[in-house]
């Protein structure tokens, strides 16, 4: 087996009186995405920030590409990119100036830095505004800015830090096709995420964070088939919804949500249930319960984070500019 | 300069990414940061006119209002005193761009980025501040040519006027030392715009506006021992614009050239540690 591009054994950190990481244990096989998912305060920036080398841990051990984060600091920054959760592009400066700046502290020397900017601006489709001050930039270019500063030298591990946050859904697409290209290259990447879909759609394997140690780990599709099936009854009469979900619960055996909005009744079945899509329109319909709509299916990520950590993750929010007040935790 | 030495880089086939080159350069480094500084102002090269704004209003209040009713001891002319005063409001204010910078980036997240890089910690900071000395050095040459033109002159011929210069220089390095410590300590943006504020009561204590001898004593003895007033007092020795020394005037005023050395010397050796220990360990 190759050595892990990120391997965390038993880290721990503390700041004040908030245990931020408390046993977290992590490995990272090199070429993969590792999607970090938790709620806020779950740990996840502070590990990030361990392994970029802007934070210590109390103790424990964070290896990246074989190399100690604490003992051999230099050695991992010169092979990691990272982007955290703010923009951190200098906004009085054009885009271009941003990248060549980044370009000239790896060293590239100032016509390499050039050339490497405008290779770049073009690659990622901001040539247009390369010399306009990122002022002026929408919050999605900024973070793709951001985002391809860290790429300035194409380092192989890669992480960042809820790298679509309050993006809007055009933004998010754009910066999820940069990092899919990243890893058909070879790049290893850690992120950290909120957004089940994002480590969905991202991650070979997604790892859930709670009060900074691991709760479960695996494929999603795993982690989505660990717990039940997901069962929809939508009613054609609102007055039969508590019937409805008398049948669903005695089908499922987990506690039926509810929603009069909709006329929809829902339920995740316990693990190890089956529920046959005969059987639950027999039962409907022996109740007397008209079903405009019945769906099995398999759970979101979303039900299998509820299931495992007992609270929804942040739903998607509506697109926003507005820079995070919180920071590390 | 080191670039130009370096052999030239191999061509590497198209879209294959350069690698970081590993090892120390803290020179690059100083010169990328210095350079990252300078091109933020000739983005916006309007930030130049505005430092000029408040030594400027400065004079204007205490050079025209309140000047026609201040004499002097020893009787010269009072604008010939204030002059020098306002070439230090120039030093002094250093301060301020240091510290809001200095959160700015924290805030941001820039000094996150610089720190995740294999750039060295004390070049990136002084990079910083010896690009704000350049650009210091043209705001002061600036507010030179305009006491010029309103009749103020340096009277001990050009050697000693440019050692004055210099030493107002070097406490603008000194001063945004202080300020980036501020600045990484308070690690908000807006709360060390608020804390901007607290510079102006600190150049007031002093000798840049009227000589001490006329203050109460606790007041004058801060204000003697501002260092703010040995640079203003050794500014005015080589420009020729001193007043006669007061009864009871202290060491610092008495050899203010020594006097700012040391100030200089002391600020710098407490203030440099501590801004890149803390610019080293923000956050950890």
């Not at chain 1, 800015?145 to 992480?159: K, Y």
């Not at chain 2, 505005?50 to 209002?65: D, E, N, T």
């Not at chain 2, 020893?74 to 002094?92: Q, S, W």
């Not at chain 2, 200089?264 to 360990?281: C, E, I, T």
């Amino acid at each position: 087996m190759s050595l892990p591009a990120v391997e965390v054994t038993d880290l721990h950190k503390r700041f004040g009186t908030t245990q931020a990481l408390d046993g977290l244990e992590l490995s990272v096989p090199p070429g993969t995405v590792c999607g970090l998912l938790g709620p806020n305060g779950a740990g996840k920036t502070t590990a990030v920030r361990v392994l970029a080398t802007l934070a210590a841990p109390d103790s424990g051990q964070a290896r990246v590409v074989g190399y100690d984060v604490v003992r051999q600091a230099d050695e991992v920054r010169s092979r990691i990119g990272f982007a955290g959760q703010h923009a951190a592009v200098e906004e009085g400066l054009t885009g271009r100036d941003n990248l060549h700046l980044v370009g000239r502290l790896h060293h590239l020397g100032a016509s390499g830095a050039r050339q490497r900017a405008t290779e770049l601006l073009e690659r990622f489709d901001l040539t247009e505004a390369a010399d306009r001050l990122v002022r002026t930039y929408s919050g999605g270019m900024r973070r793709r800015l951001d985002l391809i500063a860290s790429l300035v030298v194409r380092p192989p591990v890669l992480f960042l830090d809820e790298p679509t946050t309050g993006l809007d859904p055009r933004s998010r697409n754009d910066i999820w096709a940069i990092v899919r290209e990243l890893v058909s290259d070879g790049t290893t990447v850690l992120l950290t995420t909120q957004y089940l879909d994002e480590a969905d759609q991202l991650a070979d394997d997604v790892v859930v964070v709670d009060h900074g140690r691991v709760i479960a780990s695996g494929t999603p599709e795993r982690l989505k088939s660990s717990i039940g099936t997901r069962v929809e009854v939508t009613l054609a009469d609102l007055g039969q919804l508590d019937d409805a979900a008398r049948v669903v619960a005695s089908l499922a055996g987990g506690e039926p949500v509810l929603d009069p909005d909709t006329r929809s009744v829902s339920a995740v079945s316990e693990p190890g249930r089956r529920i046959l899509l005969p059987q639950l329109v027999r039962e409907l319909d022996a109740a007397g319960v008209a079903a405009q709509d019945v769906a099995l299916g398999h759970p979101s990520l979303d039900d299998a984070f509820l299931a495992l950590t007992g609270s929804r993750p942040a739903a998607v929010p509506a697109s926003s500019d507005v820079p995070k007040e919180t920071v590390t935790t | 300069m080191t670039a130009a030495l370096a052999p030239a880089a191999p061509p590497r086939p198209t879209g294959a990414p350069p690698s970081s080159r590993a090892g120390s350069h803290p020179l690059a480094d100083a010169r990328t940061l210095t350079l990252r500084v300078l091109l933020y102002y000739r983005r916006s090269p309007g930030l130049i006119a505005a430092s000029l704004l408040a030594p400027l209003a400065m004079l204007l209040v205490f050079g025209y209002i309140f000047g026609s009713a201040i004499s002097l001891p020893g009787g010269g002319k009072y604008r010939d005193y204030l002059m020098p005063g306002m070439f230090i409001l120039v030093a002094v204010n250093g301060i301020m761009p240091a510290m809001n910078g200095a959160a700015r980036d924290v805030g941001r997240g820039v000094a996150d980025r610089l720190r995740s890089m294999p750039i060295s910690r004390s070049a990136a900071l002084l990079g910083q501040t010896l690009a704000d000395v350049m650009v210091s050095t043209v705001v002061l040459t600036m507010m030179v040519g305009v006491g010029l033109a309103l009749g103020w002159r340096a009277h001990h011929g050009l050697g000693d006027a440019l050692a004055a210069m210099g030493l107002l220089l070097l406490f603008r390095f000194t001063t945004n030392w202080i300020g980036i410590y501020l600045g990484l300590l308070v690690g908000r943006e807006d709360m060390a715009g608020q804390l901007s504020v607290l510079v102006f009561p600190l150049s007031m204590v002093t000798n840049v506006f009227v000589t001490t001898g006329g203050m109460p004593g606790w007041l004058r003895f801060l204000a003697d021992w501002n260092p703010i007033s040995a640079v203003a007092a050794a500014a005015r020795q080589l420009f020729g614009n001193a007043v006669p020394l007061q009864p009871g005037d202290p060491w610092p005023l008495q050899h203010p050239i020594p006097a700012t050395l040391a100030w200089v010397a002391l600020l710098l050796a407490v203030f440099f540690p501590l801004a890149v220990r803390k610019f080293n360990s923000h956050g950890r």
